[in-house]
Nanobody
Framework: VQLQASGGGLVQAGGSLRLSCVAS????????MGWFRQASGKEREFVAR????????TYTDSVKGRFTISIDNAKNTVYLQMNSLKPEDTAVYYC????????????WGQGTQVTVSS
């Protein structure tokens, strides 16, 4: 599976961005998709995930109520709608896919930079 993330940019605090992650290849073997982020000098952290069927979503506490993950199966695309952005959301955002409920994320996209100015 190949993943291509896009949609990052520079936005003021309180603004919004929508990230996209297009999956190609053997997407039929995908169980869930996730978004992660890594701020400069920090470890990568989980942001949100969704099952490929779209039935289950999970968020890290710091983005609950502000971010929404969704999926368009017809386009093999996962979105991360980010509202009420804060400077602490600044990071490189990565999408990833996993093949089963218990597996690690097997495939990763290249990352897209999100910068939130105060």
């Amino acid at each position: 599976v190949q993943l291509q993330a896009s949609g990052g940019g520079l936005v003021q605090a309180g603004g919004s961005l929508r990230l996209s992650c297009v999956a190609s290849g053997r997407t039929s073997s995908t169980y869930r998709m996730g978004w992660f982020r890594q701020a400069s000098g920090k470890e990568r952290e989980f942001v949100a995930r969704i099952t490929w069927s779209g039935g289950l979503t999970t968020y890290t506490d710091s983005v609950k109520g502000r971010f929404t993950i969704s999926i368009d199966n017809a386009k093999n695309t996962v979105y991360l709608q980010m509202n009420s952005l804060k400077p602490e959301d600044t990071a490189v955002y990565y999408c990833a896919s996993a093949r089963s409920p218990s597996s690690r994320y097997d495939f990763w996209g290249q990352g897209t930079q999100v910068t939130v100015s105060s």
